[in-house]
């Protein structure tokens, strides 16, 4: 029997029924969850403040290991390329796991070579993300993407919550030459688990010319297209990016809140809020359109913002503040992930590499909002960090009322 016109041409056809389930992502994602949670959503930010970094300095450091999540569309196509997509997984997970555990030797004797370990890290995080990104759109059905994820962003937020809070939890009371390794070994032991997957063999295309002017064929189709262009431009938005998850432990001296309260507030319980955010982000109807619904789940994060921002500077609100704002930040990044997988489509040659571009896309507002609220943070205060954030997330709704004023004119 001839092969189909689409294999011939190296084609990874959407498959017509869930090839895995989509809760395993849960797991699939841990590696990931767990390196960026540490690094950019909290653990990391709150040892530099006790090693003696300020507030500002922090933020800085934050947003350069941001960059990697902005540009890493460039060294994607890799994921898609020469081995299964497992492989570069198991891969990655195992390069991120060492540049954890040798960051965080670091961060004791000198924070800034702390900094840059964790930057190096997250070249090899961010091809995780690409590596489950194609697997998701090669191994699930499109009438199960928003359910993976769903799981996919519970792992992300809520175990890369919870993870990093119980990191964060042994370097408050073991030696680092203890804590960094088991933290690398946090990573690696749920990284197995995708070698566990029956993953599409690859369609191998005619040469590797060839692969890539179809490549380009396919972005031209997913980036250029009209029916995408406001979905893009809401992805380069501020609301839902989620930069104050990052800041919240370094201002928690500011509101006279413990690190073991850290751990228990913006870890292990703010973990499960943020996943039972996402997983109540995949109960958003299908037919409910996903650039409405996160341009309005970004607006509602600005509440829990302003309320930190403005209200006394103590446990209690600290602690009511970010519950609220992590539920919320969870429910939105759900709706993100729905929106660029719907983006994305079928996977073709350059799944991992579209997913990663509309990824990187997303994490963009958390860099630039991130050094943002640090220079706020610099000139006004403690407060300007929430306050910067909740106005941010009021950007998109000005855009959806002109989007729906253009297609009103167009339809008339």
């Known amino acids: 029997m001839n092969a189909s016109p689409a294999v011939e041409a190296g084609v990874?056809?959407?498959?017509?029924?869930?090839?895995?389930?989509?809760?395993?992502?849960?797991?699939i994602v841990l590696p990931y969850a767990i390196y960026i949670g540490f690094t950019t959503n909290g653990g990391a930010s709150y040892l530099m403040r006790q090693v003696g970094m300020p507030v500002d300095q922090v933020a800085n450091a934050i947003a350069l290991l941001g960059i990697p999540s902005s540009i890493y569309f460039l060294w994607s196509p890799l994921a898609d390329l020469w081995m299964p997509r497992r492989w570069w997984h198991l891969i990655c997970t195992i390069g991120a796991a060492g540049a954890l555990a040798l960051g965080s030797l670091a961060l004791y004797r000198n924070a800034q070579a702390a900094v840059w370990l964790y930057f190096f890290g997250m070249v090899f995080?961010?091809?995780?993300?690409?590596?489950?990104?194609?697997?998701?759109?090669?191994?699930?059905?499109?009438?199960?993407r928003t359910r993976a994820a769903a799981w996919s962003q519970a792992s992300?937020?809520?175990?890369?919550?919870?993870g990093p809070g119980v990191i964060l939890y042994l370097a408050l009371h073991l030696r680092?030459?203890?804590w960094a390794p088991i933290a690398a070994a946090f990573m690696i032991l749920p990284g197995l688990v995708v070698l566990t997957l029956r993953e599409p063999t690859h369609a191998k295309s005619p040469g590797f010319g060839a692969h890539f002017r179809k490549v380009a064929h396919e972005l031209r189709q997913t980036c250029a297209a009209r029916k995408n262009l406001f979905g893009v431009i809401l992805l380069l938005a501020p609301?839902?990016?989620?930069?104050?998850?990052?800041?919240?432990p370094a201002l928690a001296p500011d509101y006279h809140v413990s690190g073991s309260s850290v751990v228990w507030i913006n870890g292990i319980g703010g973990g499960l809020l943020m996943a039972a955010g996402c997983l109540a982000g995949g109960w958003v109807p299908a037919r409910f359109d996903r650039r409405i619904a996160y341009g309005v789940a970004g607006a509602v994060v600005a509440i829990p913002a302003f309320f930190i921002a403005f209200a006394p500077a103590n446990r209690a609100n600290y602690m009511v503040g970010t519950i609220i704002y992590l539920f919320a930040i969870g429910l939105t990044s759900t709706i993100c992930m729905g929106l660029v997988l719907d983006i994305v489509g079928a996977v073709g040659h350059s799944g991992s590499l579209r997913y990663s571009i509309l990824m990187a896309l997303s994490y963009v507002p958390i860099?630039?909002?991130?050094w943002i609220e640090g220079r706020a943070a610099h000139r006004w205060g403690f407060r300007a960090v929430s306050a910067a954030e909740a106005i941010s997330c009021l950007f998109d709704l000005p855009l959806i009322f002109l989007w729906f004023w253009i297609r009103r004119q167009e339809r008339a």
């Not at 995080?125 to 199960?144: D, F, K, P, T």
């Not at 609301?239 to 919240?248: D, K, M, Q, V």
């Not at 860099?367 to 991130?370: F, K």
Request: net charge neutral.
């Open 367 to 370: 860099s630039y909002m991130t």
């Open 239 to 248: 609301p839902g990016a989620g930069a104050l998850i990052g800041l919240l």
């Open 156 to 162: 992300n937020l809520g175990a890369g919550a919870i």
């Open 125 to 144: 995080c961010m091809l995780i993300s690409s590596a489950y990104g194609g697997l998701i759109s090669a191994m699930v059905a499109e009438g199960s």
């Open 12 to 27: 990874d056809l959407p498959p017509p029924r869930n090839l895995v389930a989509p809760h395993r992502f849960l797991w």
């Open 176 to 178: 680092a030459s203890l």
